[in-house]
Structure formats: C-alpha cells, structure tokens
C-alpha cells in the first residue's frame, strides 16, 4: 500500500495510516508500505509508447535513483513504515509492517529493524541486482556484494515492454555457455553465477 500518493488530492500519511489499522484489524497477514508511482501526474507520453508513471513527482518519489537529489533512493519510505507501524501497534495488533525502497545493504536493514521502523524489509531492486546477496553476507564475503546503483535501468527496460534485466551484470560473460539472453541476443537473462 501507499504511505503517501504524493500527488495533489491524493491520499497522505494519515489516511495510509487509517487504512493500515483496518487492513489489520481485518486480519490482513502484512502491509507492505511504498510510496508515489501514480500515473497521475505522469508526463504525457509519445504517441504510441505507454504512460511512464515515474515521471511526475508521484512516481520519482516510488522510484527515485541515486541521482535524485542529495538524499538520494536510500531508505526514503522507512518513515512512513514506522509511523503506519506505531498507528497499527496503538491498536493494540501486532501485524508485520515491511518497509521498502532503497533498501541495499544488511547494515541499513538491520538498523530498520532494531530501531523498530519495521518487521520486515524488501529490497527488489537489491535482490536483482545480485540475488546472491544475503548468500554472500551470510557468509562473511559481503565485500563480494553486488550493489545496485539505483539508476532504474531495470524498470526502463520494463517500460519498453523488454525483458528484465541488471546494467550491472547484462553484458557481462556474454561467452558464458547456454546463457539464456534476451530475445534480441544482447543482453543476459541471469545474473553471472558466483563463483564460491
């Protein structure tokens, strides 16, 4: 759910918050909390190409990049989460609240969850990136972590109604044997294996 639309009109934290304690009060199993992405304020489109939503204000608030502004993708809905948390915990319920964007290192989650801001944390971007990541952590070679640079390469391509893949790891090993590639041929459709 929506911590905030961030458009005019649009539903805020207080709602979020409401909507959140009735989600829980009905048994809903988690609220999963974002924010932006509303095609509301989108700009309009070139003929013949779908509607971006994260162009306007909502949707760079849902999908911000490390070009953003100074402070950046990292974290920036974890408030909204602890505040609709702390709304769900006065009631009494104990349903998981999750807190997600720009979640990229276990450092920055396990603060989230020690400082009680959420139950759990997501990290989508992160895990594509490199979906060995907590492998690697687990095992004491966190150094070896992929990091996402948040530049919103995958979801340009998803956009484009093109195959999903990482700028970070697309074009890497191309040679690999029986690598499955995207329909055009130029770009990987997994990410290199890690090689222990």
């Known amino acids: 759910m929506l911590g905030d639309e961030v458009i005019a009109g649009g539903s805020d934290l207080a ?3 409401q909507f959140a304690r009735a989600f829980a009060a009905a048994g809903m199993d988690f609220v999963s909390v974002s924010k932006g992405g509303k095609f509301d304020d989108a700009q309009q489109p070139k003929v013949g190409e779908a509607v971006y939503p994260y162009t ?27 505040a609709i948390r702390a709304a769900i915990r006065g009631d ?20 989230i969850l020690a400082d009680g801001h959420a139950d759990i944390v997501a990290a989508a971007r992160q895990s594509l ?45 191309l040679d690999e044997p029986d690598l499955a590639r995207s329909h055009d041929g130029r770009r990987r459709l997994v990410a290199p294996r890690w090689r222990r």
């Open 56 to 82: 306007g204000p909502s949707g760079y608030e849902c999908m911000p990049t490390i070009h953003s502004d100074a402070r950046g993708p990292f974290a920036r809905n974890v408030p909204l989460a602890a």
């Open 129 to 173: 990136a490199d979906p060995d990541w907590f492998l690697k952590v687990r095992l004491g070679r966190g150094a070896e972590v992929r990091r996402c640079k948040f530049t919103n390469y995958c979801e340009a391509l998803d956009t484009q109604h093109k195959q999903v893949t990482c700028q970070l790891w697309d074009r890497v090993e």
């Open 92 to 111: 009494g319920l104990a349903t998981p609240v999750v807190a997600a964007g720009g979640i990229h290192s276990f450092d920055q989650a396990e603060a």
């Open 15 to 17: 709602d979020a918050a």
